[in-house]
C-alpha cells in the first residue's frame, strides 16, 4: 500500500528520499509526490502515476533543496487518481505538509467542522483533512508547538495511519506519528531516516526502532523525543535491521518474483536451520519453548491469515490434524474478525502474514486473544505489527520479499507450519524415530526445489502453449487442494488470466460446465492417497475438450498418457509435497506475466501490504 520515507539531517534530502521511494515502489501505489523545505518554505511536487512521472515533473521544476524532505507513494482509497489527491497534502493557514499511509474513518465530520472554520479543501482526501487540522490547532503563541498539535489532532482522529509531518514555521523539527500502520524511524549520525518499510532505511543506517500505536516522534538534528498522543513520555526499543542491501537488489534477475522463486531452495535452508534435530527426533522452535504446555493441552488451533497466506493456513490446518492430533480450521480473517466466532477453552489462534501488518489479520488476532486464545505469529518481517502483538511466535526467516506476488513465503510459511505441527506433535502423539524421519523428509526439500528450478526453460515452454488462453482452472486433493488455490491466485494477480482454483471433487458441482475445447486445466496429480481420484477428474475434463496439465511425481511416466503436458517435482511424503508442487505453478505464473508483457513485480491494483480493511 501507501509508502513513506522522511529526511532530516546534512545531506540533501531529495535524492535520498526518491531512492528509498524507490525501493518502496514494491508495495503498489498510483502516485507519487515530494516536500523538501529550504529556508523555512515547503515546496510540494506531485503527480499520479509511477515515481518516475514524479522525477519527470522534477525535472522540469528544478530540483528541491533542503536537508530536510518527505515523500510518498500513494495507494488511493479517498478520492481518485489525480495530482490533486497525491500526497503530500498541505494547509491553508499554518505551513504544514502531510503525507499519511492508512484512513482517517471520520474524517467527513472533522472536514464540515474545518469547512464551518473557513478552510477550503484542494483534494478529495482525508489526508488533507488531518493537515488542515493540524494547521488549525497549532498555535504557537499559545505554547501549541508543532508536535503539541500532531498530539491533539491525533486525539480527535479515528482510523489508522502512520504520518510524517513537516511545518514552516520549525524549519528544523519533523513529527512522525503512527498508529495501526508501519512505520520505523532509523538512526544515523546526525541524520535520522523515517520510513513506512525497513528497505527504504538499510542504505543509511541499520539502527532503528518502529513505533508503536499512538506513538509520537518529535526529530531535530540533534536528538529525538517519544511520546503518546497525550503527552506522556515512551521510551523507544532501538533495534538492528536484519537486513541488508544485496537481498533488496536484483542481482542477476529480472524480476524481484524471480528472484525470490530461485531463492527458495536458501529460503527453507534458512527457515531449517538450528531448529531440526534429527539425532534427537525433534524439532527446537526457541518463540515456542516458554509455551510448549499450552500447545501439548490445546484443544484447537484456529489458522488465520488472506491471500496467500490462507493457503499456506490451510496446509496448516491439514498438517496439524495429521501430525499433533488437534482440531484445525484456517479461516479468512476477515471473515473471521466480524462473525463472533466461539473461542473455547485451551484454543490457539496462528496468525499467518509474510508482512506482519495485514489489518483484518492483525484485527483477527486481537479478537481471538480477547476471548483467550494463545495468540501466535507465523510472520516474516521481524518487529512487526502481528510480530510484537502475539504471546510468542515463530519467524519464517525467508528474508525480504519484495515481488508484490508472493513467493518464497507461502513455502516459507508452510515449512513453519510443518515445524510447528512436528513441535506439537512430538509433545502429543509422535515418539522420536517417527519424527526424525519426518526430519530426513524435510532436509530433503531444499535440493528438491533446486531439481524443479533447473526446469525452468521447460516449463516456459509448457506456459507458451496455453498463454493467449483467459480462462484457466487448478485442482487438486488433500494437501494439494490449497496449492490449487495458489496457483490460480499466482496466475491471475500477475498475468490478469482469470483463474479458478477449487477441489477437484467440486468440478463436477458446476465449474465443469465452464470446460470448453483447449481451456487449459492444471492438476496437482503427485502421487498420494488420492492419486487415482484425481486420474478420473482428468478424464472428465479431458472428456470435454479441456487440455491437462499435470504437476506429477518423478517416474510417473503413466500420466503421460492421460494429459497434454507434465511438469514433474520429486517424490516426497504427501503432506510436504505442497512445497514442490508450488513451485512450478509460481514459475508458471510467472513466464505467463512476461510472456503477455506485464509488470511483473508491479501488478496493477495490487499492494504488497493490505493495511487498510
Ligand atoms: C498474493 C499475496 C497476498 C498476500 C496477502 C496477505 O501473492 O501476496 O495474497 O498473501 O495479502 O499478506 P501477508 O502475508 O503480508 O499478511
Known sequence: ???????????????????????????????????????????????????????????KTGPLKG???????????HGGVTD???????????????????????????????????????????TEVLAMLIGELYSPSEGVDLEA????????????????????????????????????????AGEYVVASDASAIVAHTTQAFPLDDYNVVKITRSGFRTSTTTNANVTPKVMQLEMDLEQIELGRFEHFMQKEIHEQPKAVRDCFRGRLHKEDGKVILGGLSNFAKELVRARRVVLVGQGTALHAAMIGE???????????????????????????????????????????????????????????????????????????????????????????????????????????????????DQCARWIEQLESIPEKIERILEQDARIRKVTERYVERDNWLFLGRGYNYPTALEGALKLKEISYIHAEGMPAAEMKH?????????????????????????????????????????????????????????????EIIEPLSPMLTVIPLQLMAYHAAVIRGHDVDKPRNLAKSVTVE
Open 149 to 188: 498539535a500532531v498530539q491533539a489532532a491525533l486525539r480527535e482522529v479515528t482510523g489508522a495511519y502512520a504520518i510524517c509531518v513537516m511545518c514552516e514555521g520549525e524549519p528544523d523539527t519533523m513529527v512522525v506519528a503512527r498508529k495501526g500502520a508501519p512505520l520505523i524511524v532509523g538512526i544515523g
Open 318 to 432: 491439514y498438517m496439524l490434524e495429521d501430525l499433533a492430533k488437534v482440531p484445525a480450521c484456517a479461516e479468512y480473517a476477515s471473515e473471521f474478525r466480524y462473525r463472533n466466532p466461539i473461542i473455547e477453552d485451551r484454543t490457539v489462534a496462528i496468525a499467518v502474514s509474510q508482512s506482519g501488518e495485514t489489518a483484518d489479520t492483525l484485527a483477527a488476532l486481537h479478537e481471538a486473544r480477547d476471548r483467550g486464545a494463545l495468540a501466535l505469529g507465523v510472520v516474516n518481517v521481524v518487529g512487526s505489527t502481528i510480530a510484537r502483538d502475539t504471546d510468542a511466535g515463530v519467524y519464517l526467516r525467508v528474508g525480504p520479499e519484495i515481488g508484490v506476488a508472493s513467493t518464497k513465503a507461502f513455502t516459507g510459511q508452510v515449512a513453519v507450519l510443518t515445524l510447528i505441527s512436528l513441535f506439537m506433535a512430538r509433545r502429543r502423539v509422535m515418539s522420536a
Open 84 to 126: 490533486a489527491n497525491a500526497h503530500p497534502h498541505r494547509d491553508d493557514k499554518a505551513g504544514i505538509a502531510v503525507i499519511h499511509n492508512g484512513i482517517i474513518e471520520n474524517y467527513s465530520v472533522l472536514k464540515t467542522y474545518l469547512q464551518d472554520k473557513g478552510h477550503v479543501f484542494k483534494s478529495d482526501t482525508d
Open 1 to 59: 500500500m501507501c509508502g513513506i520515507v522522511g529526511y532530516i539531517g546534512s545531506k540533501p534530502a531529495q535524492p535520498l528520499i526518491l531512492e528509498g521511494l524507490k525501493r518502496l515502489e514494491y508495495r503498489g501505489y498510483d502516485s507519487a509526490g515530494i516536500a523538501c523545505m529550504d529556508n523555512g518554505k515547503i515546496t510540494v511536487v506531485k503527480k499520479a502515476g509511477r515515481v518516475a512521472n514524479l522525477e519527470a515533473e522534477l525535472a
Open 510 to 570: 458446476g465449474p465443469i460446465a465452464l470446460i470448453n475445447d483447449g481451456m487449459p486445466a492444471v492438476f496437482i496429480a503427485n502421487r498420494g492417497r488420492q492419486y487415482d481420484k484425481v486420474l478420473s477428474n482428468i478424464a472428465e475434463v479431458r472428456a470435454r475438450g479441456g487440455h491437462v496439465i499435470a504437476v506429477a511425481t518423478e517416474g510417473d511416466d503413466d500420466i503421460r498418457r492421460h494429459v497434454e503436458d507434465v511438469l514433474y517435482v520429486p
Open 67 to 77: 536537508t530536510i524532505g518527505m515523500a510518498h507513494t500513494r495507494w488511493a482509497t
